[in-house]
């Protein structure tokens, strides 16, 4: 069982940068594929970004592309979400979410996280 606990969410403006983390309870968090999802409210929850294992493969939402960067250290069993510019559209709750076999769509991901929360005001 992988426990995920994010954190870094709040309350930014139009423009603004947060940094999310993802903590992992896995020892052999280097195992997983890492992902970042979101949901809007009366939305579903969408793929925001994914990492490989090993950090060499990356891929991103084209709504996201150029402003989020994902990163991983797995000595510190810690994936990163650094988010830039962000938007009102960016609103969400994110969470992380770990696979065995690197995917995007989410029904690859076995355990998730209970979310932080990303306001942006405009």
């Known amino acids: 069982q992988v426990r995920l606990v994010e954190s870094g969410g709040g309350l930014v403006q139009a423009g603004g940068s947060l940094r999310l983390s993802c903590a992992a309870s896995?020892?052999?968090?280097?195992?997983?594929?890492m992902g970042w999802f979101r949901q809007a409210p009366g939305k579903e929850r969408e793929f925001v970004s994914g990492?490989?294992?090993?950090?060499?493969?990356?891929d991103y939402a084209d709504s996201v592309k150029g402003r989020f960067t994902i990163s991983r250290d797995n000595a510190k069993n810690t994936v990163y979400l650094q988010m830039n510019n962000l938007k009102p559209e960016d609103t969400a709750v994110y969470c992380c979410a770990a696979a065995l076999h690197y995917a995007i769509s989410d029904h690859w991901y076995d355990y998730w996280g209970q979310g932080t929360q990303v306001t942006v005001s405009s």
């Open positions: 896995e020892r052999t968090f280097s195992n997983y594929a």
């Open positions: 990492i490989s294992q090993s950090g060499g493969s990356t």
